[in-house]
C-alpha cells in the first residue's frame, strides 16, 4: 500500500461557527467563506487573522449567494456566469484580507457551486477560468470536469477529499439527501481516510459547518498519522504536524 509522504487538512471556515478558532489549531489549510452564502465581514475578516496567527494556509471559498440554502441548492448558471460570480466574490475577500496582510493563495467553491462543477463541463470551465485569471490553484474531485478542465487552462490542480461523506461507485458524493451519505463512526472514517490516501489525494475536508467539525478533524489526523502520512500544508508546508 502506497500512502503520500504528505497531506493537506483543510476546512470551510467563516461561516459564522463558533468553533473556528478550534478548528484552526486541527488543520492545514483554510477555505473562507466570501460573505455570498454565509459570514459576516467582521466574522470573516476575525476568521482571516485567526488563520494567519495559527500560519494556516488561507483560500477563497465562494458560493451561491442563496443564504436561505446556505449555497446548497443547485442553479441553473452558464458558464460566463460561474465565471463572474467566482472572480465577484474572490476579490471581496481579497479586500478585506489584504489590510490584514494575509494572501490568498487558492481556489474551493463551495456547496452546490463545488458538486455541480464536478460534473457539468460549462460551470467547471467558468469557474477554473476564473481561477486561471486569479493565478489560484483550484481543488476539486479527481475525474471531475474541474480536473479536465484544469489540465485544459494549465491551473494547477489539488485533488481533494471527503473523510466524511459516503462516495457512489462512480466516485462521486452521495447526496446529503440520502439516508447514510455523511459517515459518523471514527471507524468508517478512519478506513475512508486510508482508502482516499491510497488514490492519491492531495487534501483531505473538513466541512466547518458541521457541530461535530472539531472532533471529525481530531479523528482525521489520527488516521493518517497512523497511516505515517505528514500533515502538512499543500503549497508550501508552513504549518506541519507535531
Known sequence: MH????????ADLGEGCSWDQELLK?????????????????????????????????GAHPGYPDRDHFGRREQAINRQTAHDLVITQVNTLKGWARPLGV??????????????AQVDAEIAAGVVGAAHA?????????????????????????AEGFADR????????????????????????ASQVEHLLTRGIDTLCIH???????????????????????????????????
Not at 466574522?43 to 494567519?52: M, Q
Request: aromatic share 4%.
Open 3 to 10: 500512502i503520500p509522504l504528505r497531506v493537506d487538512l483543510n
Open 166 to 189: 459516503r462516495y457512489t461507485p462512480e466516485g462521486r458524493l452521495v447526496p446529503r439527501t440520502q439516508p447514510g451519505a455523511v459517515l459518523e463512526d471514527p471507524q468508517q472514517i
Open 134 to 158: 486569479l493565478n489560484l490553484p483550484i481543488l476539486g474531485m479527481p475525474g471531475s470536469c474541474v480536473a479536465v478542465e484544469a489540465r485544459k487552462q494549465d491551473v494547477p490542480f489539488i
Open 208 to 242: 466547518g459547518d458541521s457541530p461535530d467539525a472539531v472532533h471529525l478533524a481530531t479523528v482525521v489526523r489520527a488516521a493518517a498519522k497512523h497511516l505515517n502520512a505528514r500533515i502538512v500544508a499543500f503549497l508550501d508546508g508552513t504549518k506541519t504536524n507535531p
Open 26 to 58: 486541527r488543520v492545514t489549510s483554510a477555505s473562507i467563506c466570501c460573505g455570498a452564502h454565509a459570514g459576516t465581514p467582521e466574522g470573516i475578516c476575525a476568521t482571516l487573522r485567526a488563520a494567519w496567527q495559527e500560519k494556516v494556509q488561507v
Open 103 to 116: 494572501e490568498i493563495r487558492f481556489l474551493k467553491p463551495h456547496g452546490a457551486l463545488y458538486n455541480q
